[in-house]
C-alpha cells in the first residue's frame, strides 16, 4: 500500500507541477500573507517562508532531482538547522517535501549542518552530514533512506553507529565541517574530504573507507594553503578535456581528466583546477589559492557554499549555490524569509583547460515568454536605449556587443597585478572611457534614479588588450541600508577575435550575469525602492567616447516557476 501511495503521489506532483497547478500550502511551507513581497523571487528557488542557507545533498536519483538545503523551519533568522527537502523533473519546478533531518539527537543536537549525497554501487544514496553536539562540537554522521522503494525518498534514517568522525587530534572541534560528495579510488575504497584549517590554514582532510561506514584519515590532507582561512564546503571532481559532458565524481583518468577543488572562504567561493593521481591520492594544482590577483572563483559577487552534483540523465554536472540577503534582520522578519538558491548552472572545462565555464541549466528557457530581438544596432557614445516589450524585473537578457578601431582603447599596463574589483570601483558606471562603460542597466526607474549596470570595459595593453566585466550596484537603490558594492572580473577573452557577451537573469531581488558565454559570472542582489514589478525598466547603454555596436539583443520575459507544496495532494489522493 506504502508503494502505492507514493507512486501515486509522484504522478500527481508531476502532473500538477506540469499543468502549472498551484495549491495551498501545509505546515512549515504555508505561504507568507499581507506582507509586502516585492523582493520575492519568480523562478529562483525559495521555500515559502523562513531561513535558506547552503544546499546539501543534490542528486538525480531514479528520474527525480533532489535538492537538500540548510533551513529554518521556526523562521528568518538562522537557528535549528535542519534539511529543508525539494524534488523536481526538470530543475526549474520544484515540489517542497517535508524536512528530512532534524536536530534532535546528541550528536547533532545543536544543527544538521551541511553535507553532501553520495549514490552507492548497490544504487542507494546516502547522506553524510555535520552534527553540532551538545558541545558544539562538529561530528560527521551518516543518514539514508526508510524505503528505497519510496520515488520520493520522503523519509530518511540517521545511523545507529553516528557519529561516524569526530575533530581528529590537532583540529578544533569548532572547525570540522561539511563533507564532501564521496568518491571511490582505484583500490576501491571510498574516499571524503571534509573542510578544516590548522594554524588558521585552511585545508581538506581525507578519509578513506572500504564500507562507508568506518573511516581514517590519511597521512596528509588532500590539499591545503597558508594563503586562506578555514575551508567550508569543499567540493572535489573530476572534468573532462573533451567537450561539455560532466562525469561521475568516482570516473578516474590520466590524460582525458583533471580535478576540480573547490573551497568557500572570504565570502566566495574558489576552486583551483589540477591533476589528481588517485593511487597516490596526491592533487598537483596548476596556480594555487590566492596566488594571483586572477584568482578563479566560481562567481564574482555573492555565491557562497555552492555545492555540484552529477546529473546522470543529461550527463552533465550541475552546480547550485545559496544567494544570501543583502538587507537587514529586521527586514528579513518582516519578508518572513531570508535566502535563495542560484539557478543551477551546468559547468565544464574551458577550451584551454585553466578555468571552468558555466551556463544556465537549459530547462530554465522554458520559461520563456514575450520575446524582443533586435540585430545590428548601433550604440554611439553617451546613449541609451530603452529595451521595452518585456517584464524588466523577471527577465532573461541576452546581448552581444562587437567593437573596432581598437587602438582607441584606453591604456593599461600590468594588468596581472591589477585587482580588477577596484578597477570596476574606480572607472564605474558613470566613467567615460574610450570603450567603455557598454552594456546593460537593469532593474532600472523610469527617472535612472535607481539602476544596476552590468558593463564591460576594453583596456589596450603592451601587446595585447583585455575586457573588464562589471556590476555596479552603487545606484541600485535609494535605500541606504543594503549593500551596494561594485564587483569585476576580467575575461579571458580577446576582443579582437570574439565578440563580448552577456547573459543577465534579472530576477526581482536577484541578477546573475555571464560573462563571455560563461567564462566568468557576477551575481548581485539588489533591492530597489522605485525600480519594482511593474516599475522596473531596462536599458543597453554606452557611456563610451567611442561608438559600439549590439550585434544581437535578445530579451524574454520570464513566466513564474511552480514552487510548491504537497500536502493538499496527499488530501487529495486520500
Not at 184 to 196: E, H, L, N, P
Not at 202 to 207: C, E, T
Not at 349 to 372: A, Y
Not at 382 to 391: D, F, K, N, P
Request: with cysteine.
Amino acid at each position: 500500500m506504502d508503494n502505492i501511495y507514493s507512486f501515486l503521489v509522484l504522478c500527481l506532483c508531476y502532473l500538477l507541477i506540469c499543468d502549472g497547478v498551484e495549491v495551498a500550502a501545509f505546515k512549515n511551507h504555508e505561504p507568507i500573507s499581507n506582507v509586502s513581497q516585492s523582493y520575492r523571487t519568480a523562478y529562483h528557488f525559495q521555500p515559502s517562508k523562513n531561513w535558506m542557507n547552503d544546499p546539501n545533498g543534490p542528486m538525480y536519483y531514479n528520474g527525480v532531482y533532489h535538492l537538500f538545503y540548510q533551513y529554518n523551519p521556526y523562521g528568518p533568522l538562522w537557528g535549528n538547522i535542519s534539511w529543508g527537502h525539494s524534488i523536481s523533473y526538470d530543475l526549474i519546478n520544484w515540489v517542497h517535501l517535508d524536512v528530512a533531518l532534524v536536530p534532535n539527537e546528541p550528536y547533532d543536537i545543536n544543527g544538521c549542518w551541511s553535507g553532501s549525497a553520495t549514490i552507492l554501487p548497490s544504487g542507494e544514496p546516502v547522506i553524510l552530514y555535520t552534527g553540532s553536539d551538545t558541545n558544539k562540537h562538529q561530528l560527521q554522521n551518516l543518514a539514508f533512506p526508510k524505503n528505497l522503494s519510496d520515488p520520493l525518498l520522503s523519509e530518511w534514517i540517521k545511523s545507529s553507529q553516528n557519529p561516524l568522525l569526530s575533530p581528529p587530534e590537532g583540529i578544533d572541534p569548532s572547525s570540522f565541517r561539511d563533507p564532501s560528495t564521496a568518491w571511490m579510488g582505484t583500490d576501491g575504497q571510498w574516499r571524503v574530504v571534509i573542510g578544516s584549517e590548522i594554524d588558521h590554514h585552511g585545508m581538506a582532510i581525507l578519509y578513506k573507507s572500504k564500507d562507508f561506514r568506518h573511516w581514517t584519515r590519511t597521512a596528509n590532507p588532500l590539499h591545503l594553503s597558508n594563503k586562506t582561512i578555514m575551508w567550508e564546503c569543499p567540493d572535489f571532481y573530476p572534468v573532462s578535456v573533451n567537450g561539455k559532458d560532466g562525469l561521475d565524481t568516482s570516473v578516474q583518468g590520466k590524460n582525458d581528466i583533471r580535478h576540480v577543488l573547490k573551497a568557500s572562504f572570504n565570502n566566495s567561493d574558489h576552486y583551483v583546477v589540477g591533476n589528481y593521481d588517485p593511487k597516490t591520492d596526491q592533487y598537483e594544482v596548476d596556480t594555487d589559492f590566492m596566488d594571483s590577483k586572477a584568482r578563479l572563483q566560481y562567481d564574482y559577487g555573492r555565491f557562497y557554499a555552492s555545492k555540484s552534483f552529477y546529473d546522470g540523465k543529461n550527463k552533465r554536472r550541475i552546480l547550485w549555490s545559496w544567494i544570501d540577503e543583502d538587507d537587514s534582520e529586521s527586514d528579513d522578519i518582516k519578508k518572513g524569509w531570508s535566502g535563495l538558491q542560484s539557478i543551477p548552472r551546468s559547468i565544464w572545462l574551458s577550451g584551454n583547460g585553466d578555468r571552468l565555464v558555466q551556463w544556465p541549466v537549459k530547462e530554465l528557457e522554458k520559461l520563456r515568454t514575450q520575446k524582443v530581438h533586435f540585430e545590428n544596432k548601433e550604440l554611439k557614445g553617451g546613449s541609451v536605449l530603452e529595451i521595452s516589450g518585456i517584464t524588466a524585473s523577471q527577465a532573461d537578457v541576452e546581448i552581444t556587443f562587437s567593437l573596432s578601431n581598437f587602438n582607441e582603447a584606453e591604456l593599461l599596463l600590468n594588468t596581472e597585478v591589477v585587482d580588477p574589483q577596484i578597477l570596476c570601483t574606480q572607472k564605474n558606471a558613470s566613467v567615460s572611457g574610450s570603450f567603455g562603460p557598454f552594456g546593460l542597466l537593469l532593474l532600472a526607474s523610469k527617472d535612472m534614479i535607481e539602476y544596476t549596470a552590468v558593463f564591460f570595459r576594453v583596456f589596450r595593453g603592451a601587446n595585447d588588450f583585455r575586457v573588464l566585466m562589471c556590476t555596479d550596484q552603487s545606484r541600485s537603490s535609494l535605500r541606504s541600508d543594503v549593500d551596494k558594492t561594485i564587483y569585476g572580473v576580467f575575461l579571458d577573452l580577446d576582443p579582437r577575435h570574439a565578440k563580448i557577451s552577456l547573459r543577465s537573469l534579472i530576477d526581482h531581488s536577484i541578477v546573475e550575469s555571464f560573462g563571455g558565454e560563461g567564462l566568468a559570472c557576477i551575481t548581485a542582489r539588489v533591492y530597489p525602492k522605485l525600480a519594482i514589478k511593474e516599475q522596473a525598466q531596462l536599458y543597453a547603454f554606452n557611456n563610451s567616447t567611442q561608438s559600439v555596436s549590439i550585434s544581437s539583443l535578445s530579451a524574454w520575459s520570464m513566466k513564474k516557476a511552480q514552487i510548491v507544496p504537497i500536502g493538499k495532494r496527499r488530501k487529495l489522493i486520500k
